[in-house]
């Protein structure tokens, strides 16, 4: 088993910024990670990704994000960092901590990020 623990989100004006944290615990984190990474879903939306970086290999971002936020991990501790900036209303969702464990996918419960205009 994996938990996957995230913290960061709240309330912020458009232009500002944020940083998510998510760790990783439990039996199912005695060997390293694939990969750690955030979704996102907004109201009436599917889940999308947002970041991923995987333990070897090239980091991924959607888009919408690129230039604005960064991913990083600390591959030691199982855990994995979104650094928001120049944040837009759009951005607004909850953000999910995804990590991938011994070929299975886990998830966080979620992180609200709201962005005022």
């Known amino acids: 088993q994996v938990q996957l623990v995230e913290s960061g989100g709240g309330l912020v004006q458009a232009g500002g910024s944020l940083r998510l944290s998510c760790t990783a615990s439990?039996?199912?984190?005695?060997?390293?990670?694939?990969?750690m990474g955030w979704y996102r879903q907004a109201p009436g939306r599917q889940r999308e990704l947002v970041a991923s970086e995987p333990t070897t290999g090239d980091i991924a971002y959607a888009d919408s994000v690129k230039g604005r936020f960064t991913v990083s991990r600390h591959v030691a501790e199982n855990t994995v960092y979104l650094q928001m900036n120049n944040l837009k209303p759009e951005d607004t969702a909850v953000y999910y901590c995804?990590?991938?464990?011994?070929?299975?996918?886990?998830w966080g419960q979620g992180t609200q990020v709201t962005v005022s205009s």
């Open positions: 439990g039996p199912g984190t005695t060997s390293r990670a694939a990969s």
């Open positions: 995804n990590a991938n464990f011994n070929w299975r996918v886990w």
